[in-house]
Nanobody, 117 residues
Framework: QVQPVESGGGLVQAGGSLTLSCSVSGGTFVGDDMVAWYRQAPGKEREVIATITWDDGSRHYTDSMRGRFTIYRNYHENRAFLHVNGLKFEETAMYCC?????????WGQGTQVTVSS
């Protein structure tokens, strides 16, 4: 069982920045785990922001998310991160970490990001 745990959300003014963190409760990221950051706003569909492969750090971004979002991992801290600049009011959402391991995707509970205008 893989239980991702997110942290780092909160209230931020429009134009501000945040760094979100994802770790595995009681465990570690391993090998070819793929870590993804998603967000879901009330009444909207889940959006993929970016993914990163744990072992080699290769990254992919949804086209609309390029530029202001950076996904990265710290191998020694055993954490994956999502940094976002220039937050917009409409980006208020629950930001979630998903870990794909052996074709199974495990979801965290998410961390709420609220952007004030």
């Amino acid at each position: 069982q893989v239980q991702p745990v997110e942290s780092g959300g909160g209230l931020v003014q429009a134009g501000g920045s945040l760094t979100l963190s994802c770790s595995v409760s009681g465990g570690t990221f391993v090998g070819d785990d793929m870590v993804a950051w998603y967000r879901q706003a009330p009444g909207k569909e889940r959006e993929v922001i970016a993914t990163i492969t744990w072992d080699d750090g290769s990254r992919h971004y949804t086209d609309s998310m390029r530029g202001r979002f950076t996904i990265y991992r710290n191998y020694h801290e055993n954490r994956a991160f999502l940094h976002v600049n220039g937050l917009k009011f409409e980006e208020t959402a629950m930001y979630c970490c998903g870990v794909e391991r052996d074709t199974v995707v495990y979801w965290g509970q998410g961390t709420q990001v609220t952007v004030s205008s």
